[in-house]
């Protein structure tokens, strides 16, 4: 593992790029994941250092909301995401969690107030709920989201370079174009992560 890393030290970012994906097929080569097996096999993927990560930043009116989503190739298709998000709004006064919408949108220019995304991500020209981008919403708790989830809408490399948003409202699955999600108040660029393996972008 020392050897690999230092090696990656010096090489030319493509050389990176090939390097690291040459090391993640190794590491899973002998192995045969699917869907159905994803459960068995979360530890062992996501004991690897991610892939991608992201760092979402908040808006001008939730200048405290940050956090982070971590990206794992599956190999067999598809992507694991964790995220993990503080510092959004809520009400003392709300009986229950409150959900947030988050989707992947087109384009990954997270200058404020956010309004330079475009759609959210959508290269099967679907329907919203439908579109690749469109993902399970955010579990506030008292302004701390943690979730994990699968998805094989994409992957890993279609989606680097764009926007990661979270929005003030939960998702209603219906309206078009966006699910009527209300405000963009956090976003963060995907990023690919080309540092050694146990190295975690924090927050
Ligand atoms: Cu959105
Ligand atoms: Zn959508």
Redesign the pocket.
């Known amino acids: 593992m020392t050897t690999v890393s230092s090696a990656a030290q010096k090489a030319s970012e493509a050389d990176k790029r090939l390097l690291l994906s040459a090391l993640f097929r190794h590491h899973f080569a002998d192995h045969t994941y699917s869907i159905v097996t994803l459960s068995q096999n979360r530890t062992a993927i996501m004991k690897f250092y991610p892939s991608a990560y992201t760092k979402i930043t908040g808006n001008a009116d939730h200048p405290a909301l940050r956090g982070t989503a971590y990206f794992y190739p599956v190999p067999s298709g598809g992507v694991l995401i964790e995220t993990e998000i503080f510092n959004l709004p809520y009400k003392d006064a709300a009986p229950y969690s409150q959900f947030y919408a988050m989707?992947i949108h087109e384009t990954g220019d997270c200058s404020l107030p956010f309004d330079k995304t475009g759609?959210?991500y959508?290269p099967g020209g679907l329907?919203?709920?439908?579109?690749a981008?469109?993902l399970p919403p955010l579990l506030g708790n008292r302004g701390y989201a943690y979730g994990a989830f699968y998805t094989d809408r994409f992957e890993l490399p279609e989606i680097i370079g764009r926007a990661l948003i979270i929005h003030s409202a939960v998702?209603d699955f219906t309206t078009q174009?966006?699910?009527n999600a209300g405000d963009k108040i956090g976003c963060g660029v995907i990023t690919e992560n080309y540092e050694t393996p146990g190295w975690f972008p924090s927050v």
């Open positions: 989707h759609p959210h959508n329907p919203h709920p439908q579109h981008g469109d998702d174009p966006s699910g």
